[in-house]
């Protein structure tokens, strides 16, 4: 018999009232009733995304807001500038490549982060950049940039900022507005704690300038028929409508806690993450620019890092994420974002300590777990 824990990087556990509101019959979505849960769910994501632009809703998973935003905010000629230090910063040099955009690549080393004063060099030399993509936390490294430092480089430029806060939305700090981030994206299945499905962009007055200049094509991604829609409290197509009755109690969840409290939360668990992975004689992949919520650790010499992932899960039912392509075998990774609390890292630390043992690696059984309770009591 095997008890299931899920401590990876999206998707994450779902809260118990928000599975709750699954099970019900469904709505049809227009209707009074409907458009009750868009304004809610509009209003509270821009508290969560602490801003006052408009948040638009697909229903996709994160690359499907990846990809808006790249067909809405560009035309053919026009360049970009991605960041690319992991699998999703590549992702959007892939979406460029499939429209036939240009552009220059900032290539970041795996587990480092970006400079931004790279990002102020290039954009000084390029005037036909139009648009900056980064990512927040690339998950696929465990790795955090800092977005406030790129948005005061992107600022003095016509050239807009997209981040890409898939998995650091509600898991540690994005401040839209303040930072002045023209567009968000993000998606359901990490921070926000429901299923995948949704995905999300919050889009600046900047941003839409170039949105309405913007001449790739594109249909079910347009983000004019969703601000359309959203004028009227509606949706262009379909929504997700359980989704967004599932995404209505979650936002509920977080603003009971508040943003403030949940980052603190975050920070402790990675904290505690962090000294337990080192207490085992560990080491960290990303040391000098962690994220909170997620923690890339190296695979020790002579240890299979998949079979490592494997026998976690099959055998004591503890999810964890092996590394994506290059990292393949040499990292694992274990996330606190959303409903991931102290208790799952407990399991989790202990059972990595048991296969870990149990696979020859040299360490004091029961260090890791200490220093975890070290760190959170
Ligand atoms: C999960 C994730 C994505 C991909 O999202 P999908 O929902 O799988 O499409 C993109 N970027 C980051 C940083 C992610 O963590």
Partial sequence: MLKNYLLTPG??????????????????????????????VEEDLKYVYQTKNEVLIFAASGTGAMEGSIINLLSPGDKALVVRGGKFGERFGDICQAYGI??????????????????????????????????????????????EAVSKVVKNYEAVLVVDAISGLAAIPIKTD???VDVVVSGSQKGLMIPPGLAFVSVSPKAWALIEKSTLPKYYFDFKAY??????????FTPAINLMIALKEALKIIKEEGLEAIFERHNKMALAVRSAVKAM???????????????????PQGIDGEKLVKTMRDKYGVGIAGGQDEMKGKIFRIATMGYITASDLVVCFAILEIVLNDMGYKFQLGSGVRALEETLK
């Fill in 11 to 40: 998707p994450t556990p779902i809260p118990p009232r928000v599975l709750e509101t699954m099970a019900r019959p469904i709505i049809h979505h227009r209707t009074p009733e409907f458009q009750k849960v868009i304004q809610e």
């Fill in 102 to 147: 240009e552009f220059t690549a900032l290539d970041v080393e795996w587990g480092k982060a970006a400079d931004p004063k790279k990002i102020d060099e290039i954009l000084k030399k390029d005037k036909k950049i139009k648009a900056v993509y980064a990512t927040l936390c690339e998950t696929s490294t465990g790795v955090s940039t800092d977005i």
């Fill in 178 to 180: 303040e930072w002045g």
């Fill in 227 to 236: 601000r359309k829609a959203l004028a009227k409290t509606d949706t262009p």
């Fill in 281 to 299: 004689g560990l080491e960290l992949f990303a040391p000098d620019a962690y994220s909170d919520g997620v923690t890339a650790v190296k695979v």
